[in-house]
């Protein structure tokens, strides 16, 4: 018998629901159980391809090209998985397969309602979830708060999963801000108890509730958040501020979250290992040095916009016992304070991530051209890559006023061009060149000495690439193209093989990083930047 597990969030959102999620599958993982997870994202897009990252946080890219919720991403990360487009649903997805049967005529003249057509949908899709890859417990977080009114057909599809998979088969999992006053210190547990009170109203009672408060809820808060929500005292948990969310699954079983959802779901499990997470969480929490990266973005302001490329950062940091510092920097400063640029000097490594359109471009290009001259160890990813290759056209090239035609069209040395299958796309959702796509390296590179194989798999997300017309100019000046695709037509490496460290990728490694199995390009780049500082010679490349 499958079990399932539902997440509802309450107070408000951005409570961490990703993380629990996450952390009660590391839970289960551990006692040698297999998970898989969907989330639920409430909102009309057909995907998340088409937000704006500023407002939504990062698109996560699935090996299958799915474009989907930054959440996936830590799903992925926490419990190794490869996931599907399938795993992340929307109102959108939901209702445009509702409609397509509609039309098809699947309804048989019956009059299509929400209830049951579009909750069965939803049902269907969260079983087949976990159909696919034979899951023994399929995790489902819905996204949102608790009272949202897109929410609500997703909330009464879990409610009638109670009834149609039984008791022993089905667990709700509340999770809920708890603040802590700043007068007088005292946590207040009024605002969760009315989330819970409004996911009672539409059916649902939660049988353990999670308390998202800054530090260990004290027992009187622990008291009142059982009686108030008909929980006992052994049900409720918390999610104190930890200092790296990969504790959080360490934190929660100590406290017998674990024990008491296998309890509760009658699953019998021979003992927990948590061995190899505690091991890369011990380095995460005790590192023995520190490098200092600036992050020169567009999209500074919100550090969720870069959250996967953050933790492959951090990931790489942990593989060195380093801690991982990044400022986010904002592309534009560069531009409108050009003698900024220097304070790049304070940094142990420059890191150029993806993006979208002109704004911020010129001061990307400054950031990359400095750390190039100032042998700074430099990592461009997908846009990275691509305003490195303008970089070295303009500045190394002499090709005055090169770009990409995505910044000016009207560059007369169109270096970055747009994809030719790409000619003629007007519809801008999932039509980019997506998912995980087949890079092929040369050997005694920088980039093979990295992944250690010839042949590599790894995401994309882009319209754009570099034209082939400029190679040879490219070339003739040093800048090598080490890796490939397998028709040797699309260019997906660089490296400069007389600087300390400088390597980009139109693929996006961060979205493989693991935790204890970092990116190779993001490890690689982090242990350049410590190696520096330390002033060790830098590494030699087989
Ligand atoms: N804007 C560039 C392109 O579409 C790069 C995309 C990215 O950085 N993900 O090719």
């Avoid at 897009?45 to 890219?61: C, K, L, S």
């Avoid at 899951?135 to 997703?154: M, S, W, Y």
Wanted: proline share 4%; net charge neutral.
């Amino acid at each position: 018998m499958v079990k399932y597990i539902f997440v509802t969030g309450g107070v408000l959102s951005s409570v961490g629901k990703g993380i629990l999620t996450s952390s009660i599958g590391k839970m289960l993982q551990a006692r040698g159980l297999k998970p898989t997870v969907v989330k639920i994202d409430p909102y009309v897009n057909i995907d998340a391809g088409t937000m704006n990252p500023y407002m939504h946080g990062e698109v996560f890219v699935t090996d299958d090209g799915g474009e989907t919720d930054l959440d996936l991403g830590w799903y992925e990360r926490f419990l190794d998985l490869s996931l599907k487009q399938e795993n992340n649903l929307t109102t959108g997805t939901i209702y445009k397969s509702v409609i397509e049967k509609e039309r098809r005529g699947d309804f048989l003249g019956r009059c299509v309602q929400i209830v049951p057509h579009v909750t069965n949908e939803i049902k269907n899709r969260i079983r087949n979830a976990g159909k696919m890859v034979n899951a023994e417990i399929v995790l489902t977080e819905v996204g949102g708060t608790v009272g949202d009114i897109e929410g609500l057909p997703f909330l009464e599809a879990i409610r009638q999963m109670r009834v149609e998979e039984g008791y022993e088969n089905t667990l709700y999992v509340h999770v809920a801000l708890v603040p802590v006053l700043d007068v007088t210190g005292e946590m207040k547990t009024k605002p969760l108890q009315h989330s819970v009170n409004e996911l009672r109203r539409i059916g649902i009672q939660p049988d353990t509730i999670v308390a998202r408060s800054p530090t260990m809820i004290d027992a009187e808060a622990l008291r009142k958040i059982a009686l108030f929500g008909t929980i006992p005292e052994s049900a409720v948990f918390c999610s104190y501020n930890a200092e790296t969310v990969y504790q959080v699954p360490l934190i929660l079983d100590k406290q017998g979250m674990g024990d008491f959802i296998c309890g509760r779901l009658a699953i019998k499990c021979k003992g927990k290992d948590f061995s190899g997470w505690e091991v890369f969480v011990d380095g995460m929490v005790h590192p023995e040095h520190e490098v200092k990266i600036a992050l020169v973005g567009k999209y500074a302001g919100l550090s969720d916009s870069y959250v996967s490329m953050t933790e492959a950062l951090r990931h790489g940091g942990a593989a060195c016992k380093a801690k991982v510092c990044i400022s986010y920097l904002e592309a534009e400063k560069f531009e409108r304070e050009p003698h900024c640029i220097s304070d790049l000097a304070n940094f142990d490594g420059v890191f150029v991530p993806y993006g979208f359109g002109p704004r911020g471009t010129e001061g990307k290009i400054a950031a990359t051209k400095y750390a190039r001259e100032n042998n700074i160890p430099f990592l461009g990813i997908c846009y990275g890559f691509q305003l490195a290759v303008i970089e070295f056209a303009r500045n190394v090239c002499g090709l005055k006023d090169a770009n990409s035609t995505e910044i000016n069209p009207d560059t007369p040395y169109p270096v970055i061009d747009l994809m030719p299958e790409q000619r003629g796309i007007e519809i801008k959702g999932a039509t980019m060149r997506l998912g995980a796509h087949k890079v092929v390296l040369q050997k005694v590179t920088l980039a093979y000495s990295m992944f250690a194989q010839e042949e590599i798999h790894e995401r994309h997300r882009h319209r754009f690439e570099v034209n082939l017309d400029y190679i040879e100019a490219l070339k003739n000046n040093g800048l090598c193209f080490t890796g490939k695709s397998s028709d040797g037509r699309r260019m997906e490496t660089l490296e400069l093989s007389d600087k300390y460290f400088y390597f980009a990728s139109q693929f996006h490694g961060e979205f493989k990083s693991r935790p204890g199995r970092p990116s190779p390009e993001y490890a690689g780049f982090i242990q350049a930047c410590l190696n520096r500082k330390l002033g060790k010679p830098k590494t030699t490349i087989s």
